[in-house]
């Protein structure tokens, strides 16, 4: 595997591989790599001949008061289980090599879609979201790209970028990947104690409680929320911030519960932000 840390490195790298007539895939991440970043790996390596993994803590996603400073780096380890996994590139770059004005003054915008779940509490997070994503899709020009589910409203938000504006990109969203007791992976899963640790599985039990109720015959979307809801409150270690169900297109609450609806979850253990998502009948 070739570390690279320029666009002009990535980009010749890849325009080779591409003349020997592979397919290319992207899997952007912030890096502090889980099974989760890694499962991504694997689902790009059935996708395409060569995988580039970029690992870029995007200052444009954060918000003045997150946690731009502390977000778990370690860039060595990432490199080895990145490699383990088959990864062909790996593209770390610095922060001035992908805005060396800082901040763009052109970025990507979804007013529509960002105003709610995730954006509502977020505000600007989107707009990084989109404007670092857009960047890497022209650095490295991949066939396809891959995200995860438990980001589930940025891989709404990334799939209609690229519908609106033409990207020649197939997005692919690969399922979430849990602990044995069902809590979400993520990189900031490192910031929790035992307490909160234990605590926050909640989430995923609330989860499950409104993909039961929908198993058993509920459609009403009310009541569905109520029964997940219950769990959470039944936690008090655990603080709600949203949870919601959705479509998937247009990430309204629908009149009524179907197949394919996504039920989303935001809270807090202790200080830590974590979020999940089931879909409805699956």
Do not use: W
Request: charged residues 25%; hydrophobic residues 45%.
């Amino acid at each position: 595997m070739q570390r690279l840390n320029t666009i002009a490195a990535v980009r010749e790298r890849v325009a080779a591989r591409r003349a020997a007539g592979q397919r290319i895939a992207l899997v952007p991440t912030m890096g502090f790599l889980h099974e989760g970043h890694l499962s991504l790996i694997d689902y790009a390596r059935q996708q395409a001949d060569c995988v580039v993994l970029s690992v870029f803590v995007n200052p444009l996603q954060f918000g003045p008061r997150e946690d731009l400073a502390t977000y778990p780096r370690d860039l060595d380890r990432d490199a080895k289980l990145a490699e383990s996994r088959g990864a062909d590139l790996l593209f770390a770059p610095a922060a001035a090599e992908m805005y060396p004005q800082e901040r763009p003054a052109v970025t990507m915008v979804a007013p529509a879609l960002s105003d709610r779940l995730c954006g509502r509490y977020r505000p600007g997070h989107f707009e990084g979201v989109l404007t670092v994503v857009a960047k890497l899709f022209n650095i490295v020009r991949p066939d396809v790209s891959v995200f995860g589910q438990k980001d589930f409203q940025q891989s709404v938000l990334i799939r209609r970028m690229v519908r609106d504006f033409d990207f020649a990109i197939d997005v692919a969203v690969a399922p979430i990947i849990r602990e044995a007791d069902g809590l979400a992976l993520s990189s900031r899963n490192v910031y929790l104690s035992a307490d909160e640790r234990r605590a926050a599985t909640a989430l995923n039990r609330a989860l499950r409680a409104g993909q039961s109720a929908f198993a058993s015959g509920q459609r009403n979307p009310t009541l569905i929320l109520d029964r997940a809801d219950a769990v959470i409150g039944a936690e008090p270690a655990v603080g709600l911030q949203y949870l919601e169900l959705v479509e998937p297109g247009r990430l309204d609450r629908p009149e009524i519960a179907e197949s394919g609806h996504v039920l989303a979850i935001a809270a807090f253990s202790g200080k830590t932000r974590l979020i999940d998502n089931v879909v409805l009948g699956i």
